[in-house]
């Protein structure tokens, strides 16, 4: 996510960070290389002047602090800025049951795809009753793909596949949301052209009918500068309240996130970082600033772990870790709850300074083919691998699609392991264990095994 402009503002950073103290001389050279980095990354070429402009305002005006270099300083105002720029503030929905949500945009930006992810994602955490409404009479197969996702997330669902008025379908859906209790009911609109005043028209209509509490505009971030306009025609013609910005994981520019805000004062309430149910979050302009910074987010990864993995099993797995009473069975277990924080290429953008590490597919398949290998075991096997004779391993690595070295280099490794941690278990272990929890600190620092 938006890699290439954060590998290119590091880079145009790096020249002043050695330097003793600010000066216009050294800050022209370093601007004129954020500047370049914003207009390749396709912001618009209106918002990058004025974001320039303001920090170097911002950088000559100010006394460089004792304790911070002029690099770190200069580091600060920008990210402060980026925040402000992506609309640091308020940006939450209307806090009112029941709510209704009119979604709109281009063809093929992810308004469908978006709406149930909105719908989980309110369901589970603010303890909304959603109500999926199909608007979209021109799209082949839009009422069964909402119909689809509704079934997926538990959903109350209406769509009418013989009228063409959407104005009736969707008062129709309103009256029977209410029916089944619903109190959060989203209307999934047709895409459509920003130039094509019928269907603009349309939606004119359709929010006179409903009376939307949000009007959210989902927009695909690679659009880019075109991005701008098309949330300016949008706006014009619905007023919208927000944004969802929608695949975000595949935009390493970042040029629409950058300058959709600035340019139209709609503020981006959600984003979409991948294609599954879950991987759909609120939009922090100040944790958004970070991560084009490189300096990572740790707080959503926090707040995604707590959310994800189960402490009990945390607790009892780090038990087992200390005993050096660590088996196959656990090592699965592990896995499949690093699995919930995301992909590992999510996980490692969100950590500071690893936000240029590649994680290319290689990685990936060797973690699934690792857990594919465990899961051809049998329970006993996994707890006691010491059985795995080699007519077993034969028959572990045909049901998991490998060869019979690669089950031999998993156990082999996992062999290793052990002898680390029964290793740690003895007295040297527990004075390494004890210094390194008394650097991090009893109630503060990073976290320990259990804690996460």
């Known amino acids: 996510m938006l890699e290439s402009l954060t590998e290119k503002l590091g880079n145009a950073l790096r020249s002043i960070r050695g330097d003793g103290k600010l000066t ?19 912001v618009h070429f209106k918002v990058a002047r004025e974001f320039v402009e303001r920090i170097k305002s911002e950088c000559l005006g100010q006394e460089v602090t004792r304790s911070v ?18 609309g640091e503030g308020e940006n939450d929905l209307e ?11 281009l063809h093929g930006s992810g308004k469908t795809t978006s709406s149930g992810k909105l719908a989980r994602y309110l369901a589970k955490k603010r303890g909304y009753r959603p109500a999926l409404i199909a608007c979209d009479v021109y799209r082949p197969a839009a009422i069964d793909q909402l119909e689809m996702l509704a079934k997926n997330e538990g959903c109350f669902f209406y769509g009418d596949r013989n009228e063409k008025d959407v104005s009736k379908i969707a008062r129709r859906g309103l009256d029977a949301a209410k029916a089944a209790d619903a109190n959060l009911i989203i209307f999934d609109t047709a895409g459509r052209l ?13 929010k006179k009918s409903v009376q939307p509490d949000e009007v959210l505009l989902v927009a695909d971030s690679a659009l880019g500068q075109e991005a ?60 958004m600033a970070s991560r084009i910074l490189g300096m990572g987010d740790v707080v959503s990864l926090v707040e995604r772990a707590q959310e994800t993995i189960d402490e009990k099993e945390a607790e009892r797995m780090a038990d087992k870790m200390r005993r050096a009473d660590f088996n196959l069975e ?12 995301g992909s590992m290429g999510s996980i490692m953008g969100m950590l500071p300074g690893m936000s240029g590490v590649k994680i290319g597919d290689d990685e990936e398949k060797k973690m699934a083919r690792t857990e594919a290998i465990i899961q051809a075991m049998t329970v006993k096997e996994r707890q006691r691998p010491n059985l795995l004779s080699s007519s077993r391993r034969m028959r572990v690595a045909n049901g998991s699609g490998v060869e019979v070295k690669d089950v031999n280099q998993l156990l082999k490794q996992f062999t290793q392991m052990r002898k680390m941690m029964k290793k740690m278990k003895g007295g040297k272990g527990r004075k390494m264990m004890k210094a390194m929890e008394a650097k991090m600190g009893k109630g503060g620092g990073m976290p320990g095994l259990p804690g996460m």
């Open 24 to 42: 216009e001389e050294n800050m022209e050279d370093a601007l004129k290389e954020v500047r370049k980095a914003l207009l390749s990354a396709d």
């Open 194 to 206: 920003q130039i094509d005043e019928g269907l603009i028209e349309e939606i004119k209509v359709l």
């Open 330 to 341: 656990d090592f699965l277990s592990q896995m499949q709850q690093v699995k919930k924080l």
């Open 95 to 105: 806090d009112k049951k029941p709510l209704r949500i009119m979604m709109v945009g």
């Open 69 to 86: 270099t002029p690099g770190q300083q200069v580091v600060k105002i920008i990210n402060d800025e980026l925040a402000q720029l992506l």
């Open 228 to 287: 701008v306009n098309v949330a300016r025609h949008f706006h014009e013609a619905v007023q919208c309240t927000g944004i969802i910005l929608t695949k975000l994981d595949g935009d390493a520019r970042g040029g629409a996130a950058l300058s959709m805000k600035s340019m139209t004062q709609v503020p981006i309430k959600f984003m979409g970082t991948g294609e599954k149910p879950d991987e759909f979050d609120v939009f922090h302009a100040d944790r």
